[in-house]
């Protein structure tokens, strides 16, 4: 199993940035996936980036171009800058880890942090 630690949230007027990290217990290296989801009151939980071994890279439409995920293996850390905030973007983020145990795909989710972007 891998614990991930979220930090970096925060409240933030629109069209600031804030940098989201999330901290794993262990290696990352082989972990298929790390990604970012969020979830807003009332709203299923969604993903925002996601960055694969193989370096594949995916966002969802509505933060395509404003935000950003990196992967340091060598840190167990990955990274999620956002830039040009805005109110929409209010969540709780998640962070992820898709990774093969036991013959199988398993999930690990962190707690969460707080992002609000104020109007």
């Known amino acids: 199993q891998v614990q991930l630690v979220e930090s970096g949230g925060g409240l933030v007027q629109a069209g600031g940035s804030l940098r989201l990290s999330c901290t794993a217990s262990r290696s990352i290296f082989s972990i298929y996936s790390m990604g970012w989801y969020r979830q807003a009151p009332g709203k299923q939980r969604e993903l925002v980036a996601s960055h694969t071994t193989g370096g594949n890279i995916n966002y969802a439409e509505s933060v395509k171009g404003r935000f950003t995920i990196s992967r340091d293996n060598a840190k167990n850390t990955v990274y999620l800058q956002m830039k040009s905030l805005k109110p929409e973007d209010t969540a709780v983020y998640y962070c992820?880890?898709?990774?093969?145990?036991?013959?199988?795909?398993?999930?690990?989710w962190g707690r969460g942090t707080q992002v609000t972007v104020a109007p």
């Open positions: 992820n880890a898709f990774f093969e145990m036991h013959d199988d795909y398993v999930n690990s």
